[in-house]
């Protein structure tokens, strides 16, 4: 099991950056993808970002493309989202995620553990 805690959520105006991270313990860091997923209030969650074990090969939603940056440091078991450009529709609680194994599967299924969130809010 994979214990896992966000932080660096908060208020920003529209056009601003933000960067979350994502602190895991438990198994070991480097055998597992991550990602990041967001839900807004009234909507299902949905997937965002998702890194493989090495940072080889990363993944985005479409509208979130160029304008975040997923990375993992596996000598600190710390995973991060730079948010820049936001916009209003960014607004969520956003998720991190552990994989159920070493390569992304982009899709809720794939990931096994979850964090208790932290909310971004934009403002127009």
């Known amino acids: 099991q994979v214990q896992l805690v966000e932080s660096g959520g908060g208020l920003v105006q529209a056009g601003g950056s933000l960067r979350l991270s994502c602190a895991a313990s438990?198994?070991?860091?480097?055998?597992?993808?991550m990602g990041w997923f967001r839900q807004a209030p009234g909507k299902e969650r949905e997937f965002v970002a998702a890194?493989?074990?090495?940072?080889?090969?990363?993944y985005y939603l479409g509208s979130v493309k160029g304008r975040f940056t997923i990375s993992r440091d596996n000598a600190k078991n710390t995973m991060y989202l730079q948010m820049n450009s936001l916009k209003p529709e960014d607004t969520a609680v956003y998720y991190c995620?552990?994989?159920?194994?070493?390569?992304?599967?982009?899709?809720?299924?794939?990931?096994?553990?979850w964090g208790q969130g932290t909310q971004v809010t934009v403002s127009s």
């Open positions: 995620a552990a994989g159920r194994t070493s390569v992304v599967v982009p899709a809720a299924s794939g990931f096994g553990s």
């Open positions: 438990g198994r070991t860091f480097s055998s597992y993808a």
């Open positions: 890194i493989s074990w090495n940072g080889g090969s990363t």
